[in-house]
Nanobody, 123 residues
């Protein structure tokens, strides 16, 4: 069964940075569009950013444009999310999974939500 594994979260002050990593157990990510999603307490999952199989950036949520950068290293079977200029509203559990981009947002394409990694932005 596909199991995504996220890491790199933590506690950071506003304006700080974190780098998240995503890989998958028993599955090669290189052929697929992979995205980062987040869920804040009491809210639905939100698509943050998605990257195509060839490494092209295909989606950023408006709320993170200019601050977050998605990338991938297919040789390492890993997708990254560099998060800069973090704000308290970025606080959420971050997940990675297959991504489908619609006209308005990114949604889960395949896979199920894993453990996620907690990002907390607090003064």
């Amino acid at each position: 069964q596909l199991q995504f594994v996220e890491s790199g979260g933590g506690l950071v002050q506003p304006g700080g940075s974190l780098r998240l990593s995503c890989t998958a157990s028993g599955f090669t990510l290189s052929s697929y569009t992979i995205g980062w999603f987040r869920q804040a307490p009491g809210k639905e999952h939100e698509g943050v950013s998605c990257i195509g199989s060839g490494g092209g950036v295909i989606y950023y949520a408006d709320s993170v444009k200019g601050r977050f950068t998605i990338s991938r290293d297919n040789a390492k079977n890993t997708v990254y999310l560099q998060m800069n200029s973090l704000k308290p509203e970025d606080t959420a559990v971050y997940y990675c999974a297959g991504c489908v981009v619609t006209t308005t947002q990114a949604i889960l394409g395949f896979g199920s939500w894993g453990q996620g990694t907690q990002v907390t932005v607090s003064p």
